[in-house]
């Protein structure tokens, strides 16, 4: 079993930024992708980037793309988001998961994740 702690959400400005970090407290992590979701209220949970295993394959949705990053540590269990540029419709709960097959590519549907974390809720102010 793999539990996932996130931290670094918060309130910033639009146009601002905030790092994202998700540690794997317990179980293995090196192994797998990792991908990042959100979810405004009274909206699906979407998919914002993923990260294949040994990190060099990402993916990034649409409405991200050239402002988030994400990247991975092997050796701390842990995963980022780099958000920059940060706009009003950003703002939600934002989560972590871990898709458990070995040496996996990135996966971009939340329905195949096997595990997930609390979720770290990301406010921008306009």
């Known amino acids: 079993q793999v539990q996932l702690v996130e931290s670094g959400g918060g309130l910033v400005q639009a146009g601002g930024s905030l790092r994202l970090s998700c540690t794997a407290s317990?179980?293995?992590?090196?192994?797998?992708?990792l991908g990042w979701f959100r979810q405004a209220p009274g909206q699906e949970r979407e998919f914002v980037a993923g990260?294949?295993?040994?990190?060099?394959?990402?993916k990034y949705a649409d409405s991200v793309k050239g402002r988030f990053t994400t990247s991975r540590d092997n050796a701390k269990k842990t995963v980022y988001l780099q958000m920059n540029t940060l706009k009003s419709e950003d703002t939600a709960v934002y989560y972590c998961?871990?898709?458990?097959?070995?040496?996996?590519?990135?996966?971009?549907?939340?329905?195949?994740?096997?595990?997930w974390g609390q979720g770290t809720q990301v406010t921008v102010s306009s």
């Open positions: 998961a871990v898709y458990r097959r070995y040496y996996s590519d990135y996966v971009t549907r939340a329905e195949e994740y096997d595990y």
């Open positions: 317990r179980g293995t992590f090196s192994s797998y992708a």
């Open positions: 990260i294949a295993w040994n990190g060099f394959d990402t």
